[in-house]
């Protein structure tokens, strides 16, 4: 892929097959059993897909198998190539420009009604996310993902995000915040844990429940009220007590915030937000007592180590949900999110 779509002045910055860039690892802080048993728990999950390379075809399969008929595509090597700290922005903006042309012109062109790209963008470069944000938009995108972490220091709340907040606003395109463990970014509990136990325990929820904070605290969900965000993979347990959280802090301390924060945080998060629910997740019911039904949506996370062959079946037989709420959680709020018609 970065032979064919990397600029030639940009391919030296390629990957090597294990994942190295000009001999640095991509990753940060994971050890080599870690590795070995994810791709180990990837190919007994997944043999067909894990020895054709994870092309269109058998990806198209594993959805039968699944029971999934439409599929929006994030990418696992890429929440870690673009979100190298160090790196210069003019590379990472060639990452994700030949990342994006790859993902809408060969893979889901190979079935483009059931395969639709989640686009890259390049928040080490905030003058470039905009123009690159139109060009997906031709291809059709419907959303982007971004990391939650700060990038160069800067929070999703960074004055220098405001025209990117505005085109997504006038475009219709969602944004999807999708964390990843061992990244080369500044992560929740990476300062002080070593193990991936601990690191992929933190960094999920809790860089996503400041990713929210900073844009409700920041201004971005008041200033683009047409805005939609969804927060991926971290489950949804944490929802419920951190906008209890949040609206307890400002009803003490909203007059420090009134000139941008202009409702309760959690008003915002029921207006404009989503959170992708975990089918094991054992208090789904008491969630939707508290916040309803109309923000859940429902992802797979195939093909990842955590993944489970099963998570269709189990969301469809768990007790307590009914028939419509099902429907919502895997159809009506995922076409609400991604603009579907």
């Known amino acids: 892929m970065w032979a064919k779509y990397l600029p030639p002045e940009f391919r ?13 690892s991509i990753l940060g802080k994971i050890s080599q059993p ?49 979100a190298i700290d160090t790196m210069p922005p003019e ?6 420009h030949a990342y994006n042309t790859w993902l809408y012109e060969e893979f889901c062109s190979y079935a483009p009604e059931q395969l639709k790209g989640v686009g890259a963008i390049n928040l080490h470069d905030p003058e470039q996310m905009v123009s690159e944000l139109h060009r997906i938009a ?5 959303a982007v993902f971004l990391r939650p972490n700060p990038v160069k220091g800067r929070l999703l709340s960074d004055p220098a995000y405001e025209p990117f907040w505005t085109a997504c606003e006038e475009l219709g395109i969602a944004i999807g915040i999708h964390e990843g463990t061992h990244s080369r970014l500044p992560t929740t509990g990476a300062d002080r844990f070593h193990t991936r136990f601990a690191m992929h325990a933190c960094s999920h929820p809790l860089e996503h429940m400041m990713a929210l904070l900073a844009l409700i ?23 419920p007590y951190w906008l209890w959280r949040l609206d307890e802090e400002y009803e003490n301390l909203h007059w420090e915030v009134k000139s941008h924060v202009k409702i309760k945080p959690s008003e915002y998060f029921l207006r404009q937000c989503f959170v992708a629910i975990e089918p094991s997740e054992p208090y789904l019911t008491q969630i939707i007592d508290l916040i309803g039904t109309d923000n859940l949506i429902f992802g797979s996370d195939y093909p990842h180590m955590d993944h489970k062959p099963n998570i269709v079946n189990t969301l469809l037989g768990l007790d307590g949900l009914s028939p419509a709420t099902i429907q919502k959680i895997v159809w009506d709020n995922p076409c609400r999110f991604y603009s579907l018609t």
């Open 12 to 24: 030296h910055f390629a990957p090597s097959p294990d994942m190295k860039i000009q001999g640095q």
């Open 34 to 82: 870690v590795l070995e048993e994810g791709n180990k728990q990837m190919m007994n999950a997944h043999p067909n897909a894990y020895f054709q390379r994870y092309d269109p075809e058998s990806h198209l399969q594993n959805m039968v198998q699944m029971g999934i008929d439409i599929a929006f595509l994030y990418p696992t090597y890429g929440l870690w190539i673009f």
């Open 91 to 96: 590379v990472v903006g060639a990452f994700t």
């Open 138 to 142: 031709e291809f059709g995108c419907k």
């Open 217 to 239: 605290e920041g201004g971005v969900l008041e200033r683009h009220p047409q805005l939609k965000v969804c927060f991926f993979e971290s489950g949804c347990g944490w929802v």
